[in-house]
């Protein structure tokens, strides 16, 4: 295998995430502390543990990330402004968010406009009023249920509403990504917007492939093995 990053690059592009809703404290602060030590992108964690995560990472390069209508996206663009707030709050510096997919599949597309137009400029004019620090907002759309022309039309009004990253899948779907998933986003959309793919990444060499397809953060509760395997590899 060719290398092509850096061990720190690579890191970079890792959330580790944990989202089992009966995490202890403990395994919250393992997360934090490999996270640290491997200087991950991120870690992702329900909203309960964001104070918790905070507190350990908060002085760090690693960034706190918290979802947001998670995992159905079916909340009222009230609550998931109220839910990116609270998190934003307590420490969150990146928001995972996900879409209204009813209003997807019915082809509401209007709805999605307006749900995404509305949260992405509340976010963007309280991180600077209040909090004086970039938000970055990750759209999650779930490949695995939505048709090809679904992941065309939603990615490109992700992109338009100015949202930092198409996130693929929540990783409670159906499935999880596939390379096809990624490069499907990336004939629609620009370098300005990251795509983030998740669900199903276990190895350095899942990683490398999605990367490779145009994969720029990686979500995956594997982050340390992914590691471990490239050390393995090139550190000789």
């Given at each position: 295998?060719?290398?092509?990053?850096?061990?720190?690059?690579?890191?970079?592009?890792?959330?580790?995430?944990?989202?089992?809703?009966v995490?202890?404290p403990k395994?919250?602060?393992?997360?934090?502390?490999?996270?640290?030590?491997?200087?991950?992108?991120?870690?992702?964690?329900?909203?309960?543990?964001?104070?918790?995560?905070?507190?350990?990472?908060?002085?760090?390069?690693?960034?706190?990330?918290?979802?947001?209508?998670?995992p159905?996206?079916?909340?009222?663009?009230?609550?998931?402004i109220?839910?990116?707030?609270?998190?934003?709050?307590?420490?969150?510096?990146?928001?995972?968010?996900?879409?209204?997919?009813?209003?997807?599949?019915?082809?509401?597309?209007?709805?999605?406009?307006?749900?995404l137009?509305?949260?992405?400029?509340?976010?963007?004019?309280?991180?600077?009023?209040e909090?004086?620090?970039?938000?970055?907002?990750?759209?999650?759309?779930?490949?695995?249920?939505?048709?090809?022309?679904?992941?065309r039309?939603?990615?490109?009004?992700?992109?338009?509403s100015?949202?930092?990253?198409?996130?693929?899948?929540?990783?409670?779907?159906?499935?999880?990504?596939?390379?096809?998933?990624?490069?499907?986003?990336?004939?629609?959309?620009?370098?300005?917007?990251?795509?983030?793919?998740?669900?199903?990444?276990?190895?350095?060499?899942?990683?490398?492939a999605?990367?490779?397809?145009?994969a720029?953060?990686?979500?995956t509760?594997?982050?340390?093995?992914?590691?471990?395997?490239y050390?393995?590899?090139?550190?000789?």
């Open positions: 295998m060719v290398k092509t990053l850096t061990k720190e690059q690579l890191a970079k592009t890792i959330d580790q995430t944990l989202l089992n809703p995490a202890t395994d919250i602060e393992n997360l934090c502390n490999n996270a640290k030590k491997e200087h991950f992108a991120a870690v992702v964690v329900n909203p309960g543990n964001v104070v918790m995560a905070h507190r350990i990472l908060g002085d760090t390069d690693v960034k706190v990330c918290s979802v947001i209508g998670y159905l996206g079916a909340n009222t663009i009230e609550t998931k109220f839910e990116s707030r609270d998190c934003i709050r307590k420490g969150a510096g990146e928001l995972d968010v996900v879409i209204n997919l009813g209003a997807v599949k019915s082809g509401s597309y209007e709805y999605i406009e307006k749900e137009g509305v949260l992405v400029s509340v976010i963007r004019r309280e991180q600077i009023a909090y004086n620090r970039h938000i970055n907002i990750k759209i999650i759309i779930e490949t695995g249920i939505l048709s090809k022309d679904e992941v039309k939603v990615s490109a009004i992700i992109e338009k100015g949202s930092d990253f198409i996130k693929t899948s929540t990783g409670f779907g159906v499935k999880g990504v596939e390379l096809d998933d990624v490069r499907l986003i990336r004939e629609v959309v620009t370098r300005n917007i990251g795509v983030k793919a998740s669900g199903g990444i276990r190895t350095f060499e899942d990683a490398q999605l990367i490779d397809a145009g720029t953060r990686l979500g509760s594997s982050g340390i093995n992914i590691i471990k395997e050390s393995i590899l090139f550190d000789k």
